[in-house]
């Protein structure tokens, strides 16, 4: 039951959050004096009382074995909240109030199910948890929950259960993290390519089950593009999704699952789509004067099929700060806007697609700034969480949030949500900085990522509470999807009400009582 995630922080304090000089020097420039978010001590927290009794902990027990159920404090401490700056402001107050009462670590689909029924039985909620990454409430239950709540870890159902290299598939089980698919794909000459900034923590399961968009989404697509089948441990037992790559057979039930975050099943299999591993891997950036400017060029190059495997392109801001640079923060970023470039697989198709691509960069009025800027792109593409934690240490609290839109509605979109998030934080006595990238794009839209920095106050999780349902009302005037790649949990629930519309509403509900008769899983997420 090791979890190598830090109980209050991002990843793995071996990693190193020291900020870059640079970086420091921009804090007292723009912040002036600031309120440092202390850390509770581990040994110092403590969780309330375990609920469940000894009868159901024996049941338990007798199922998964003693080992596999644990109601230590650390252990119920770990297992507890997401990721996201709310999430970690509150653990580092020691509020540990939604820790689940025990963990369980099922080793097989059929534990799953098994734990499930009892969970139903005894109206105990239940937490699928896999890298622990959400960003959006989605692992503090809300509901059920008088008679205990349990979080199911899914570490141990870490196998590559098959490999169909004709058909040019892979079987995973829910449990692998990022990095070891990718290790275990890399002995059969594969790769999934799904990079994620949540990447070396984040889950088979958790991409599936909240429809996450990686970094390389441009070349690769989006996870759920790449599920090709499923198996879901349900209150109805087991659900089998996916005989065929495409059908007719009416809805595609998958999607009903991708995206649904455990509360109509708990997703144990994963059947993706790889491709063969690259190559060659090559990165470099371009400056444009303007982000509109940035902007026509990526629509024009996905509008004409010319997508390199990655595609990013930072604001004025965001390029000001050098923020795709982690290590390089505050750091001069020069003027107009960056953008990031990427090229993977053979060594012919790599040459071939630079070429093509940068003969139209060029055409746009793009700058070629070469290779050097592009590989730390690409070798710091996971610090910014990491980033974060030492802002926060200091008294800057960092958050993000994203939506995507149409080609057309894109500017709209970029200055209703950036006034909402400046005149907001203004009013709280903050000093804003908002910075944004568009870094997933298709043929009729892309995304927009937006980073904040402000300095906290006293209740610094208040001030971005308000900042983002300010967001969130821009981002539904505008028309605009309430998140396009964070998933739905609690935070976006009202929002996503509004999104769906009241039809909606009354189908997801009944799924729900269709799938999750008792209301067990993952209770509050998803369903508003």
């Given at each position: 039951m090791s979890n190598d995630m830090h109980w209050s922080r991002w990843g793995d304090l071996s990693h190193g959050d020291d900020l870059p000089e640079s970086a420091i020097g921009l804090l007292e420039l723009a912040f002036g004096d600031l309120r440092p978010v202390r850390s509770a001590r581990l040994t110092d927290v403590q969780p309330r009382p375990v609920l469940l009794d000894d009868a159901v902990l024996d049941e338990l027990r007798s199922l998964l074995g003693a080992d596999n159920v644990s109601v230590d404090h650390e252990v119920r401490i770990r297992h507890t909240r997401g990721k996201s700056t709310p999430d970690l402001l509150a653990m580092r107050a020691g509020d540990v109030a939604a820790a689940p009462d025990a963990v369980l670590s099922p080793g097989t689909h059929e534990e799953v199910v098994a734990l499930i029924e009892i969970a139903g039985h005894h109206r105990i909620?239940?937490?699928?948890?896999?890298?622990?990454?959400?960003?959006?409430?989605?692992?503090?239950?809300?509901?059920?929950?008088?008679?205990?709540?349990?979080?199911?870890?899914?570490?141990?159902?870490?196998?590559?259960?098959?490999?169909?290299?004709?058909?040019?598939?892979?079987?995973?089980?829910?449990?692998?993290?990022?990095?070891?698919?990718?290790?275990?794909?890399?002995?059969?000459?594969?790769?999934?390519?799904?990079?994620?900034?949540?990447?070396?923590?984040?889950?088979?399961?958790?991409?599936?089950?909240?429809?996450?968009?990686?970094?390389?989404?441009?070349g690769y697509g989006r996870f759920d593009s790449m599920v090709v089948g499923l198996k879901v441990a349900t209150a109805r037992g087991t659900w089998d999704l996916g005989t065929a790559p495409a059908g007719a057979a009416g809805p595609d039930l998958r999607q009903l699952v991708l995206g649904s975050e455990g509360a109509f099943g708990v997703i144990t299999q994963v059947r993706v789509a790889v491709r063969r591993a690259p190559e060659v891997k090559a990165y470099e950036t371009w400056r444009f004067p303007s982000f509109a400017q940035g902007r026509d060029a990526l629509r024009n190059l996905v509008q004409d099929d010319l997508n390199p495997t990655v595609l990013r392109l930072s604001d004025e801001a965001e390029t000001t700060l050098n923020l795709a640079d982690p290590d390089s923060v505050g750091a001069a970023g020069g003027?107009?806007?960056?953008?990031?470039?990427?090229?993977?697989?053979?060594?012919?198709?790599?040459?071939?697609?630079?070429?093509?691509?940068?003969?139209?960069?060029?055409?746009?009025?793009?700058?070629?700034?070469?290779?050097?800027?592009?590989?730390?792109?690409?070798?710091?593409?996971?610090?910014?969480?990491?980033?974060?934690?030492?802002?926060?240490?200091?008294?800057?609290?960092?958050?993000?949030?994203?939506?995507?839109?149409?080609?057309?509605?894109?500017?709209?979109?970029?200055?209703?949500?950036?006034?909402?998030?400046?005149?907001?934080?203004?009013?709280?006595?903050?000093?804003?900085?908002?910075?944004?990238?568009?870094?997933?794009?298709?043929?009729?839209?892309?995304?927009?990522?937006?980073?904040?920095?402000?300095?906290?106050?006293?209740?610094?999780?208040?001030?971005?509470q308000r900042a983002k349902a300010a967001a969130s009302e821009a981002i539904r005037r505008c028309g605009a999807t309430i998140t396009h790649h964070h998933a739905v949990g609690r935070d976006h629930l009202h929002w996503y009400a509004q999104e769906i519309g009241p039809i909606g509403v009354r189908a997801l509900r009944a799924v729900k009582a269709a799938m999750d008769p008792d209301g067990v899983l993952n209770p509050g997420v998803l369903i508003p």
């Open positions: 909620a239940v937490v699928p948890y896999g890298g622990g990454t959400s960003v959006v409430g989605g692992l503090t239950p809300d509901g059920v929950g008088e008679n205990g709540v349990v979080a199911i870890d899914l570490s141990r159902l870490d196998a590559l259960v098959e490999v169909d290299v004709e058909s040019s598939t892979a079987t995973v089980e829910a449990g692998v993290l990022g990095p070891r698919a990718e290790e275990l794909l890399a002995e059969h000459g594969l790769t999934l390519g799904h990079f994620p900034q949540s990447f070396e923590y984040a889950s088979i399961g958790g991409f599936a089950a909240t429809r996450s968009s990686g970094q390389s989404s441009s003027g107009g806007v960056l953008m990031v470039c990427g090229y993977e697989g053979t060594a012919g198709r790599v040459h071939r697609m630079r070429d093509e691509v940068s003969a139209r960069l060029v055409s746009l009025d793009g700058v070629s700034q070469g290779d050097e800027a592009g590989r730390r792109w690409a070798a710091g593409r996971f610090g910014a969480p990491y980033l974060r934690d030492a802002l926060m240490d200091r008294g800057v609290i960092v958050e993000t949030l994203e939506t995507a839109t149409f080609w057309s509605d894109i500017e709209a979109l970029y200055d209703a949500v950036k006034v909402a998030l400046e005149e907001t934080l203004r009013g709280t006595g903050a000093t804003p900085i908002v910075l944004c990238h568009i870094s997933h794009v298709y043929r009729t839209g892309a995304s927009l990522y937006f980073t904040v920095a402000f300095d906290g106050n006293e209740q610094p999780a208040e001030q971005w």
